[in-house]
């Protein structure tokens, strides 16, 4: 009886021995995923934090004028061969990274042993006539409200805390200047040894590059104009020193065409076999699905115009 005892109590011990063992690993297990998920998602510390505001525009580089921080875009040639860099100025609507030519070029152009710059500019913003006529149906219904003899009373307290406010308020520092915005980015090329610098800008940034080439002391190698509508005089146009490459699509919006015409008169006028214009068939004013052909394109006459005579 005791034998047969003994032999219960040790198949009851070797039955529940496992548990504790398998169990264990189980717990060691959750544990350990616990605190690899805790890690995964802890956003408390600085360096975290740091890592997810970076920016995802590739090449984004923050460019500094006057006391305030400009976005920007540089990314260094990788050809292995430094050319020179491009100042790509954007078309007006458009940002250092939005989906046009100019994001396109920024990334190609390195690979052919140009760096490039991207620089967000100031354009004017038009006005809204929408927004125009509700002002003014709010002013009236206001100034209706008035006459009707609503008043409104303010309290002597609630109105020494407005007087506080308003005498708080910072004063509206003045906007940030293209030019100023391009004389940094000029800069900070130069900072890097860059020896040859070229304008290349897209509809209304060309006809901004062709204004600041009269504006800046820094000498620029040469400009490209991309789908740029005739400019607003002759007389910007006219002393150009640099070689100019015009091109546009044979699609481009309204006006393109004609003021590559007439700068191309202007041009025979002078005699300057400078300038060179081209007209790409099959393309819109971004160039949409034919990008690396215009990479091309540009590569080609920038290797005529500097690189074939670098070599000699």
Same mark, same amino acid.
């Given at each position: #009886?005791?034998?047969?005892?003994?032999?219960?109590?040790?198949?009851?011990? @070797?039955?529940?021995?496992?548990? %504790?063992?398998?169990?264990?690993?189980?717990?060691?297990?959750?544990? /350990?995923?616990?605190?690899?998920?805790?890690?995964?998602?802890?956003?408390?510390?600085?360096?975290?934090?740091?890592?997810?505001?970076?920016?995802?525009?590739?090449? =984004?580089?923050?460019?500094?004028?006057?006391?305030?921080?400009?976005?920007?875009?540089?990314?260094?040639? /990788?050809?292995?061969?430094?050319?020179?860099?491009?100042?790509?100025?954007?078309?007006?609507?458009?940002?250092?990274?939005?989906?046009?030519?100019? /994001?396109?070029?920024?990334?190609?152009?390195?690979?052919?042993?140009?760096?490039?710059?991207?620089? $967000?500019?100031?354009?004017?913003?038009?006005?809204?006539?929408?927004?125009?006529? $509700?002002?003014?149906?709010?002013?009236?219904?206001?100034?209706?409200?008035?006459?009707?003899?609503?008043?409104?009373?303010?309290?002597?307290?609630?109105?020494?805390?407005?007087?506080?406010?308003?005498?708080?308020? %910072?004063?509206?520092?003045? %906007?940030?200047?293209?030019?100023?915005?391009?004389?940094?980015?000029?800069?900070?090329?130069? @900072?890097?040894?860059?020896?040859?610098?070229?304008?290349?800008?897209?509809?209304?940034?060309?006809?901004? $590059?062709?204004?600041?080439?009269?504006?800046? /002391?820094?000498?620029?190698?040469?400009?490209?104009?991309?789908?740029?509508? &005739?400019?607003?005089?002759?007389?910007?146009?006219?002393?150009?020193?640099?070689?100019? =490459?015009?091109?546009?699509?044979?699609?481009?919006?309204?006006?393109? &065409? &004609?003021? *590559?015409?007439?700068?191309?008169?202007? #041009?025979?006028? $002078?005699?300057?076999?400078?300038?060179?214009?081209?007209? *790409?068939?099959?393309?819109?004013?971004?160039?949409?699905?034919?990008?690396?052909?215009?990479?091309?394109?540009?590569?080609?006459?920038?290797?005529?115009?500097?690189?074939?005579?670098?070599?000699?």
């Amino acid at each position: #009886m005791k034998r047969f005892q003994a032999i219960c109590l040790g198949l009851l011990f @070797a039955a529940w021995l496992p548990l %504790p063992a398998i169990a264990a690993p189980e717990d060691v297990s959750a544990a /350990t995923d616990e605190e690899t998920t805790s890690e995964d998602v802890d956003t408390s510390s600085p360096e975290t934090i740091m890592l997810r505001h970076v920016s995802s525009v590739d090449g =984004f580089q923050s460019i500094t004028v006057v006391d305030k921080e400009i976005d920007a875009t540089y990314i260094e040639e /990788t050809y292995g061969i430094q050319h020179g860099a491009i100042v790509l100025l954007h078309e007006q609507g458009d940002n250092i990274d939005s989906q046009s030519i100019i /994001t396109s070029l920024r990334h190609q152009l390195p690979e052919f042993g140009w760096s490039t710059l991207t620089l $967000a500019l100031d354009f004017p913003i038009e006005s809204n006539i929408f927004l125009s006529v $509700a002002h003014e149906k709010n002013a009236s219904d206001a100034a209706g409200d008035e006459e009707q003899g609503s008043e409104t009373t303010v309290e002597p307290d609630q109105a020494a805390a407005s007087e506080s406010e308003n005498d708080a308020e %910072p004063e509206s520092l003045p %906007p940030i200047s293209n030019l100023q915005r391009m004389e940094a980015a000029l800069e900070f090329l130069k @900072a890097k040894g860059t020896k040859r610098i070229v304008f290349l800008g897209h509809g209304a940034g060309g006809a901004l $590059a062709v204004e600041l080439l009269g504006e800046i /002391t820094t000498p620029i190698s040469a400009l490209i104009l991309l789908g740029t509508p &005739a400019l607003p005089t002759d007389d910007i146009f006219n002393p150009m020193r640099q070689p100019i =490459f015009d091109v546009y699509g044979d699609n481009d919006i309204d006006g393109v &065409a &004609a003021g *590559v015409k007439h700068r191309k008169t202007l #041009m025979k006028r $002078a005699k300057d076999n400078r300038y060179q214009a081209r007209k *790409v068939f099959g393309a819109d004013h971004d160039f949409h699905g034919i990008q690396p052909i215009l990479a091309s394109i540009i590569r080609g006459w920038l290797n005529t115009t500097f690189v074939e005579k670098d070599k000699k």
